[in-house]
Every structure is written in C-alpha cells, then in structure tokens.
C-alpha cells in the first residue's frame, strides 16, 4: 500500500483501459479521488481517452496534490470521516466503516441525499484503506497531452467532500489546458449522484459517447 502512488496507479489505469478499448480510445469515467488517477493517466497516454468524465471529482493539473486542492480555501465548509492510524506508517488513509460515529460522518460526507438503505450498502462496501501516495502527490497536466482530451465534470451542489467551489476550480483549470471548454453538467446532489440520481448520470456519460 506505501509503494502506491498516484502514477503506479495511472500506469495501471493505462494498461487496463489498453485491455478493454482493445487499443483504441475509451470513454473514461472517474469519482472523487479517482479523478486524480485519470488525470494522470490521461497526461500519460491521451491517444486512450475518447472522453474523461469527472464525476464530483478532483482534477489536479496545476502541480499541486488533491490533498492541497482540499485543504484549500475553496473547499473550506468540508466534511471529512476521521482516520484511524498514523498515515505515514499505514502507507494508507484508513477508516473504520464499521464505527457507528464514523458511519454518521461517512454518511454525511458522500451520501447525504441517498436513501438509508442505499447509504448503509455503500458504506458496508467501501474500501477500509486509500493508499495515501494517491492523495498526496503532485499532478502536472499539460495542454500538449491532456488538454487535447474532451472533458465533462459533474458538478454536485450539496457535496460535503468536494465542495462547489473548488469543482468550479477544478473546472477552471481544466479549461485553461483544454482545446475546448469542458462540458458542465450541474446535478443537485451530495458526493454520490450515481447514488441518488443515476439516471441524470448515466444521461451525463451517454452524452460524452
């Protein structure tokens, strides 16, 4: 888990969507800290990428970590589940999805508009460790290589994770690289939307196709 880093993680994103497109370009989507893997990847090997769609997602091109963009102004009204551990010696950021406490900040962190039911299946199948070379690494794109990929973010209105105002950095910033400005999709929502409105998303990525 300490050897995982936001590149190793890219890298395997390439080869996997070299697998499944067969070669050829693939519409890429990608939520949350995911964002931060397809950006690289996407810098990495843009002849793959016929689309990348940011789902509530972090983008970070501009040299800093996606820990940076959160601990910044723009996302300051956050709501974080506490770690359990010391990351520097896990290698990870670790959560207790079993703790009642934590599953009521888990649960207002990514899932506030879903229904109980759906809330409490996810969190009972979230991952317990991110590798905490992901989060912490700088990411440079460039309008060479990334920036000749269309783009589409889906911007959540009631995200507690990724608030508003940094997506409508995220979105600047892509648009500064980018060929053409990206595409907004802008959905009422928490974190989650494939969560609570799966249909407006799956409409969002049937669009980028």
Do not use: W
């Given at each position: ?13 390439v ?58 102004p ?61 989060p912490?690494?700088?990411?440079t ?24 105002a940094?997506q ?15 595409t ?24 980028a196709?």
């Amino acid at each position: 888990m300490a050897g995982i880093t936001a590149s190793s993680a890219a890298a395997t994103l390439v080869r996997q969507i070299r697998v499944i497109g067969g070669g050829d370009p693939c519409v890429v989507v990608a939520h949350s800290m995911g964002g931060t893997v397809a950006t690289a990847a996407a810098e990495l090997e843009p002849s793959l990428f016929a689309h990348l769609v940011y789902v509530a997602a972090y983008v970070p091109v501009t040299g800093l970590s996606a820990a940076k963009y959160a601990a910044g102004p723009e996302n300051e009204g956050k709501i974080l589940p506490s770690l359990v551990g010391d990351p520097a010696v896990l290698g990870a950021l670790r959560l207790d999805t079993g703790d009642r406490d934590a599953q009521a900040v888990i649960r207002d962190a990514f899932y506030g508009d879903v229904n109980d039911a759906t809330a409490a299946a996810a969190i009972s199948l979230l991952g317990s460790d991110l590798p905490a070379g992901i989060p912490n690494e700088p990411i440079t794109a460039t309008a060479a290589r990334y920036g000749t990929i269309p783009h589409t973010y889906l911007t959540t209105a009631k995200d507690n994770t990724i608030r508003p105002a940094l997506q409508q950095r995220f979105i600047k910033e892509i648009n500064a690289l980018a060929s053409r400005p990206a595409t907004v999709v802008a959905l009422d929502t928490s974190h989650s939307p494939f969560l609570s409105q799966p249909a407006a998303v799956a409409a969002a990525i049937a669009g980028a196709c």
